[in-house]
């Protein structure tokens, strides 16, 4: 068996054999690509998740809320991931290669609310969150939900960027959360790249939410002319009145379509790459047989 070949740790300068990890989906093994060491490499291994994009939303959300009221493991912070990356394809982001703008406004907004008036405080869970213009969300404020969604809890210790990242590391599998959705730091420093996608108008996107909220919903509102101002006076009802409400509303003005136009898709981006990869050799097969 070949001698391991110790290294210069690019962390703490020591000579020491390079760090052994496991991936944490399918439990391989292998020595890292770069030069680190077993301590310091355990050190990082969670860089890319408060580094990205969700890492840097989750911090500003979390300040926000309580010890009791964020996701209690792994599971339910899954779901927030699949929620604000549906929030973001909705949002329809577009850079002119000087700055980032939105095509649609809209935000994560609480079914109950953040501040409760009986000092109780709405859960950041993805059954208590809903993807809704962003200045309804600011006009309504905390204007509680009429049918609770009985995600709200007492007020418990607060978070800060002080505990923040502890508190992740000690309820939340992080490895496995970068590995299923492929988590990236955020690349500072360099020229902002052009580039536009079209988002999901507020019709599509309130059938969307209503269906992923449990409701059956098998109608969306046609694309004509005041088709967005009626999206929002549905979002208004559900908001103000209640979701069976709201729900009726959009199957008395909506039409009926297929159910893929209003079912999100809930393949983490490490399932939709090896599908990729299974049909790519699938399709390579097919044409050696052909040949």
Known sequence: MAKLKPVTCRECGHRR???LVTH??????????????????SKIIDYPFFNSSFGQWLRRA???????SIPRDTHELRGI?????????????????EEVSKTYDYQLCHIDPVKGDDGSV?????????IAPAKLNRELSNIPYPYTSRESVSLGDSISD????????????????ISEFCLMPVKRG???????SNGVDVATTLSKELKRLGYPISHIIPMVVGAEERAIDIYDTFFKVGGTLACNLLIKDGMKCASSWIEYDFLTPYERNKLNKAKRETRKN?????W
Do not use: M
């Open 17 to 19: 054999v390079k760090a």
């Open 24 to 41: 944490p989906i399918t439990g391989k093994q292998r020595r890292t690509t770069v030069k680190l060491c077993q301590e310091c490499h």
């Open 62 to 68: 979390f300040q926000r809320q309580c010890t009791n």
């Open 81 to 97: 991931l699949y929620l604000w990356k549906f929030y973001r394809i909705a949002c329809g982001f577009h850079s002119d290669g």
């Open 122 to 130: 709405g859960r950041l869970v993805s059954s208590n969150l809903i």
């Open 162 to 177: 002080d505990n923040f990242v502890s508190i992740c590391r000690e309820r939340y599998d992080i490895p496995l959360l």
């Open 190 to 196: 360099k020229e902002l790249p052009v580039f536009k």
């Open 286 to 290: 097919e044409e050696e047989e052909w």
